[in-house]
């Protein structure tokens, strides 16, 4: 009897253990479930990358009621939204919910459409990828390890340029960026931050306190929590050194209130260019302005703006024989940007007091939006969120990107999204445009090559491209067109014109979000906007990627944008845009 009960004993215990098993993987289950309904991002690792990555094939949504997709031949959904363009009545189709079927992203199609768009983004399995397949420049170093100093916040151990990488900070990363930028030290701190600087105007500590590994070199001294690493860079001959980003900005008149300015006079025997510049990188100065016999140092300021260049004949004759030149001649600068970055702009911070009003930061996929919120980070000091979370961004120094949406810290919110009800959500918009033909073929980038990467002519030739084209140019069009009319409280920007008049648009975004900024800060953000986020150059694929049958088509849908634009009392397209 004893032995029957003893094996029921052994088999409820197992039986105990099991149901235990079985709930906890109930458990986990239901809260997968519950952070894919709340629109999370889940990387999925492990899949192996084909030589040329594959664009998702457009919705099968979006091919009822279209013609079969053909290379050269557009037509369907798109067509109906190209016809807006010609005869539109406002309140026809834009508010006929019938039979604006189309232009709803909350229908089938586009909602399909950016949701493939949403699960096609990199891993980092395939950014490291595509990384690891760029070459990179070794630069030998003869640098060296200083030591352990104060830093904080406040008072900056070194004051230049500013660099982060939470994910693959090493300090020979650290060092060739602070070389490129024309300095003659480089720090680490936190394990992922660089700092670069002429002069270390903090106290040095024991080694030991700074005591974390870099990100991307376990072993390797990145500093600590309010302590910077210091090392010495490359040492190269005053007159030797070779710059990256040193660029003429051009002839400039003297301002009128020179004291107001605060430019630095250097003094210098036999005065050239490049030792006008070299003067200025090692007092830290961004600026380098030469009329000889003299140098200054210095920074743009709201009198000294180098927004109206004058006549380039000015600065050549002004660097001749000062003697024998009239007065009114003797006051023009040759104005040269030096690699040293503004750091005026620099520090960021989350909102001190959690904002009651959620603005969105929205545009299609490839219009310029992380560019856009690299400079609203450096106009107002306060970071910029995302709908989402791209763990590359992150990485590179957009801290918001790993808060919470709705949080309320960060000063706007990234998304592409264009559903009544994402739309709702917000009470305002910063509603930002990019040509159509450069937006589709930014994003056929990034989708190819990454963030800073390029499409190669193989990626243009195969048929992905047409497809991409058929499908995701009628998403660009409805985008903007829900905005237009479900958003509570829209400002549209357009990419080109921040390009040609930056610091009047960011002083418009700025008032826009209710943010106080200073002209030095947004003449800083000038100065600044390339940042480290930026493909280099302005690569193009060796022919037109655009058929006359896609051009026919896409330049529809700008004249139905263009026309919503207008309907709604905000400024048409750039002239740039419509077709000739």
């Not at 096609?120 to 060296?144: A, I, W």
């Not at 959500?425 to 990034?446: G, H, Q």
């Not at 002209?519 to 037109?544: I, M, V, W, Y």
């Amino acid at each position: 009897m004893a032995k029957p009960l003893y094996r029921l004993q052994r088999f409820l215990r197992r039986a105990q253990l099991f149901l235990l098993f079985l709930g906890v993987a109930y458990i986990m289950a239901g809260s997968v479930l519950l952070l894919q309904r709340a629109s999370l991002v889940v990387t999925q690792r492990g899949a192996t990358s084909p030589p040329l990555p594959s664009i998702p094939s457009p919705p099968r949504a979006l091919e009822l009621g279209m013609p079969p997709v053909r290379v050269g031949g557009y037509g369907g959904r798109s067509s109906r939204i190209m016809a807006r363009g010609q005869g539109y009545q406002p309140g026809s189709l834009l508010d006929n919910r019938t039979g604006a079927r189309w232009l709803m992203s909350r229908n089938l199609e586009i909602r399909q459409l950016r949701r493939r768009w949403f699960h096609s983004l990199m891993t980092e399995k395939d950014m490291s990828q595509v990384e690891r397949s760029t070459p990179r420049r070794n630069v030998p170093h003869k640098g060296s390890y200083i030591g352990c100093f104060l830093d904080n916040s406040k008072e900056r151990a070194l004051r230049g340029s500013v660099f982060t990488d939470f994910r693959k900070m090493t300090s020979t990363m650290c060092q060739d960026t602070c070389l490129a930028s024309g300095y003659q030290f480089a720090g680490l701190e936190y394990g992922s931050e660089c700092y670069c600087g002429n002069h270390i105007t903090s106290l040095r500590v024991r080694d030991k306190e700074c005591n974390l590994d870099c990100k991307g070199e376990k072993g390797s001294q990145c500093g600590g929590v309010g302590r910077l690493s210091v090392f010495t860079v490359e040492d190269v001959l005053p007159g030797q050194r070779r710059y990256r980003n040193v660029r003429y900005r051009g002839c400039f008149r003297e301002p009128g209130n020179s004291s107001s300015t605060s430019l630095v006079h250097v003094l210098q025997l036999n005065l050239t260019s490049q030792s006008c510049i070299e003067a200025c990188m090692n007092k830290e100065f961004p600026l380098a302005m030469l009329r000889s016999p003299d140098c200054f140092c210095g920074y743009a300021t709201p009198d000294f703006t180098l927004h109206e260049p004058a006549e380039e004949e000015h600065c050549s004759q002004s660097n001749t024989t000062e003697a024998s030149l009239p007065s009114t001649l003797q006051h023009f600068y040759q104005v040269y940007q030096t690699p040293v970055q503004d750091s005026r702009c620099t520090e960021k911070k989350f909102l001190p007091e959690k904002s009651s009003s959620l603005v969105a930061l929205s545009s299609f996929p490839g219009a310029g939006n992380t560019w856009v919120r690299h400079l609203i980070e450096l106009a107002t000091g306060y970071y910029t969120g995302s709908y989402y979370f791209d763990g590359t961004l992150y990485n590179r120094g957009f801290k918001g990107e790993k808060d919470y949406w709705k949080s309320g810290r960060t000063i706007c919110v990234k998304t592409h999204e264009s559903g009544r009800r994402e739309i709702e959500m917000y009470d305002s918009v910063i509603l930002l445009i990019r040509s159509p033909y450069r937006s589709l073929m930014a994003e056929f980038n990034r989708k190819c090559a990454g963030h800073l990467g390029y499409a190669s002519d193989q990626h243009w030739k195969t048929k992905e491209w047409p497809e991409f084209v058929s499908s995701y140019a009628s998403w660009w069009a409805s985008h903007v067109l829900d905005w237009l009319q479900f958003g509570q409280r829209v400002l549209v920007v357009h990419f080109e014109e921040l390009q040609t008049a930056l610091v009047p648009q960011l002083r418009s975004i700025a008032s826009f979000l209710n943010t106080t900024v200073t002209e030095d800060r947004l003449l800083c953000a000038e100065s600044n906007q390339d940042g480290h986020f930026k493909r280099s150059g302005a690569r193009q694929p060796t022919f037109d990627p655009f058929t006359p049958d896609m051009r026919g088509m896409i330049d529809g849908l700008i004249r139905a944008v263009d026309q919503a634009l207008r309907d709604r009392n905000h400024t048409g397209l750039p002239l740039e845009y419509l077709p000739r």
